[in-house]
């Protein structure tokens, strides 16, 4: 399969799109290419979410269950602070989870039920708390 | 305002203007009361975030009979000295100082659903509007025949982390060459399901690093299977060669009793001996929860997969180990985020403010020797009458030393993570 039609492919949901994955590429597997419509994908899905003003009070709700193991304090080790990252990091970051391209389990099971409104959220409500 | 008389609340009304210039104690008996019970992982969660998050509408109150707390979740870790037990021991202070908290340092000894009130062992009531019952699991000691509380002084269950755990590892420490334990291993459902698995894995650890390489470890479990169970049988094979035994019942044909003196748990097969007995019963909701009423038969208490609200009493939410919360594990994660949930509801119930949509996620990391970590983990969200996995994850048999050692690492991540989230 080509790059080019990959790309259409892409412009549906990450999952849909792994779906056709499997069904269009077994059982030759394509790695590079595969990889590369994820990337392709990615940079479609920050760009969307990031023209999209986050609300950060929904962010707040949503955070509580990212405080369960980031500090809210912004220290720690074994797990990265995330709070005041610049929202377009933490936008970039969580559409790598939801896709796979990281590969953390805890943070891709965490990304994948993320909607873009949610992930615009989250970015906007840690990009204005401060770390302690 | 009982204390005051008509004529003297009416003076300090007429000296100002605005109600929020009266004074602070007049102000706080006007607001909505919510009482938690239990200061765990549920409890300490619930407590802060409907305080944090109301901004002062709510008067939260705390109540728990120690002054500290031991967190069950890494106590196997103090008893294979990875860590010490000052590190599993936290303060209640900031919940007080920072978000105004009540902290009331006694028992909770009943719960009057008819009148909203609290009772506490000094024979004083706290009244509340909504109530959090957080009292994690109690042992039911006679599922195990032989077995009683006074029986855990000499074969300890260490289920409940505190002078239990501390006196496992003290028998922990004073075994020689030789000398064996064995664990009773309980039926489910239980706190910790990955718990009794990692205890082996960390009692096994300190006998090896001792050069008790003679000694085993048998364990005898009521279960078929258990969490992560390739996993922890793999790391067992290759750190512990010989000295860890397990049995399922289809092999020891099931429990008889256990004789603590003597030092032997009985079974249809065999009488296993050990100089350790560490015997750990069935368990059911906190005994407070169940006087009051809000458990079902099996024990713990059903709620409402989308708010963690009792199906039994609108004013009361249980949470954590206690509560039937569908396909979650009993773990400190899971009540840590049971408790946001309810503080949310409990907060639009009281104070009118927004929800959202119920989510749930959990991980239990585990440690089976240095720099060996891993880890099983799960989304849920209410669905078909009860909070139901929606995709997961387990660690992978034969992972690579580095990835083991990164999933430990953020084990101690996490773990300083949800006690900030508890506790600070």
Same mark, same amino acid.
């Given at each position: 399969m080509k790059l080019s039609s990959l790309k259409n492919l892409a412009k549906g949901s990450g999952a849909a799109t792994a779906a056709l994955f499997c069904i269009v590429m077994t059982p030759v597997p394509a790695l590079a290419d595969e990889e590369a419509a994820r990337l392709l994908e990615a940079e479609h899905q920050v760009t969307r979410i990031l023209s999209?003003?986050?609300?950060?009070?929904?962010?707040?709700?949503?955070?509580?269950?990212?405080?369960?193991?980031?500090?809210?304090?912004?220290?720690?080790?074994?797990i990265p602070p995330i709070t005041g990252l610049p929202a377009d990091y933490t936008v970039q970051a969580l559409v790598e989870y939801r896709l796979g391209i990281r590969t953390n389990e805890v943070?891709?099971?965490?990304?994948?039920?993320?909607?873009?409104?949610?992930?615009?959220?989250?970015?906007?409500?840690?990009?204005q708390e401060e770390a302690q | 305002m009982s204390r005051l008389t008509r004529r003297q609340f009416g003076l300090i009304l007429g000296a100002s203007t605005a109600t929020l210039a009266l004074p602070a104690y007049l102000r706080a008996q006007e607001k909505p009361k919510v009482v938690v019970i239990g200061g765990g992982a549920g409890g300490a969660t619930a407590a802060k975030y409907l305080a944090k998050?109301?901004?002062?509408?709510?008067?939260?109150?705390?109540?728990?009979?120690?002054?500290e707390f031991t967190t069950c979740f890494f106590s196997n870790l103090y008893l294979g000295d990875f860590r010490d037990w000052d590190s599993i021991t936290h303060s209640y202070d900031e919940l007080v100082s920072r978000y105004g908290i009540k902290k009331?340092?006694?028992?909770?000894?009943?719960?009057?659903?008819?009148?909203?009130?609290?009772?506490?062992? /000094?024979?004083? @009531?706290?009244?509340?509007?909504? %109530?959090?019952v957080s009292p994690g699991i109690d042992i039911i000691y006679d599922s195990v025949p032989g077995y009683s509380e006074a029986a855990a002084e000499i074969a300890p269950h260490a289920w409940k982390a505190g002078p239990q755990t501390r006196l496992l590892k003290e028998k922990l420490d004073a075994l020689e060459e030789g000398q064996n334990i064995v664990m009773l291993a309980p039926p489910n459902p239980y706190r910790c399901p990955p718990g009794p698995y990692e205890r082996v894995s960390m009692m096994a650890h300190v006998l090896k690093e001792k050069g008790l390489t003679g000694s085993k470890i048998f364990v005898i479990d009521p279960k078929e299977?258990?969490?992560?169970?390739?996993?922890?049988?793999?790391?067992?094979?290759?750190?512990?060669?010989?000295?860890?035994?397990?049995?399922?019942?289809?092999?020891?044909?099931?429990?008889?009793?256990?004789?603590?003196?003597?030092?032997?748990?009985?079974? /249809?097969?065999? @009488?296993?001996?050990?100089?350790? %007995?560490n015997i750990v019963p069935a368990q059911r909701a906190g005994t407070i929860a169940i006087d009051a009423g809000l458990a079902g038969e099996n024990g713990f208490c059903p709620i409402d997969a989308?708010?963690?609200?009792?199906?039994?009493?609108?004013?009361?939410?249980?949470?954590?180990d206690a509560s039937i919360a569908g396909d979650m594990p009993k773990s400190g994660f899971s009540a840590n985020s049971q408790a946001k949930v309810a503080a949310l509801h409990i907060r639009a119930d009281l104070t009118q403010s927004q929800t959202f949509p119920a989510r749930y996620s959990n991980t239990c990391w585990s440690l089976i020797e240095t720099d060996d970590g891993i880890k099983v983990g799960a989304n849920y969200e209410?669905?078909?009458?009860?909070?139901?996995?929606?995709?997961?994850f387990v660690s992978q048999s034969g992972e690579d030393a580095e990835l083991r050692k990164s999933t430990y690492e953020e084990s101690i991540g996490w773990y300083e993570g949800i006690v900030a989230d508890m506790f600070t």
């Open positions: 999209t003003a986050g609300d950060p009070a929904f962010g707040a709700y949503l955070g509580g269950e990212c405080a369960t193991c980031h500090q809210q304090s912004g220290s720690g080790s074994g943070m891709q099971l965490m990304a994948k039920r993320l909607a873009d409104e949610e992930i615009a959220a989250l970015a906007a409500y840690f990009a | 998050d109301s901004n002062g509408a709510l008067d939260v109150t705390l109540i728990e009979e120690n002054d009331v340092t006694d028992r909770a000894t009943a719960i009057d659903r008819e009148a909203k009130t609290v009772s506490l062992g /000094d024979g004083s @009531t706290v009244p509340y509007d909504r %109530l959090v299977s258990f969490s992560k169970q390739a996993l922890f049988q793999e790391g067992w094979e290759k750190h512990y060669p010989g000295m860890v035994e397990w049995y399922g019942p289809d092999v020891h044909g099931g429990v008889v009793g256990v004789d603590v003196e003597a030092g032997t748990v009985e079974t /249809d097969l065999d @009488t296993f001996e050990g100089t350790l %007995l989308a708010s963690m609200r009792s199906t039994m009493d609108e004013a009361v939410f249980v949470i954590g209410p669905k078909d009458g009860k909070i139901t996995s929606i995709e997961g």
